[in-house]
DNA sequence: CACCAGGCAAGTA
DNA sequence: TACTTGCATGGT
């Protein structure tokens, strides 16, 4: 199952497809750890409606995050939904930041990967996909993050089994692919972009990038 | 109208 | 451990 040649083939099939799609939008690396939070589970439309919230109100900075009171934070964040959620987690999120790395983003990033990942991992609202997004798109650090069209995509194409978690998929390309941050980069963005283009819940195939792809053997 | 989006935590059995 | 549910706005 999985190895080098079907995840390269997948790929250069959607790279091919889409090109280089310019990932994390946003204008600083504070700002994708910002998105990260509220991206999750909530179409990047409305995050943007809530980030001009933020830059308009002067708030798209560490500091200023980390004294605004958190039910004036909340209406700022309405447009990006679950809003009282995400103003807590982003204040998490913050707070975090400045404890441990002193709201410094080089200092943060400097940080041995597996290190970082352990302690985002116990900020309250900072789940595997959202600390990969930050240690990939913020820090620039090769790691896969796995998310739901990941799973999706190589479940339809018998690349990985039924029960195959977001764990096991992100061990699978950090097994088998390079670690090059500028491919898992592309890469997730890649299956992001075909999730939404192709394979939603009612899939259209017709002209999917991946609809000659065919790994029978792969199955089981 | 129903469905879903670049998840996660808390509750239940 | 393995499911289920709440969180919520906005586009198709």
Known sequence: ???????????GLLNEYFGDLHWWPADSPFEV????I???NTAWTNVEKAISGLRESNLLSPAA??????KILAEILRPSGYYHIKAKRLKSLVRFYFDEYS?????MCNEDSTVLREKLLKVEGVGPETADSIILYACRKPVFISDSYTQRILLRHRIIPEDADGATIRTLFMTHLPHDASLFNQFHALLV??????????PKCDFCPLRFLMMPDAAK
């Open 1 to 11: 199952m999985g190895c080098r040649e079907d995840l390269l083939k997948i790929y």
């Open 33 to 36: 750890m910002v998105g990260a």
């Open 38 to 40: 509220l991206t999750q």
């Open 65 to 70: 995050l980390l004294k605004t009171d958190e």
């Open 103 to 107: 709201g410094n983003i080089d200092t």
């Open 193 to 202: 972009q075909t999730g939404k283009s192709f394979c939603r819940k009612t």
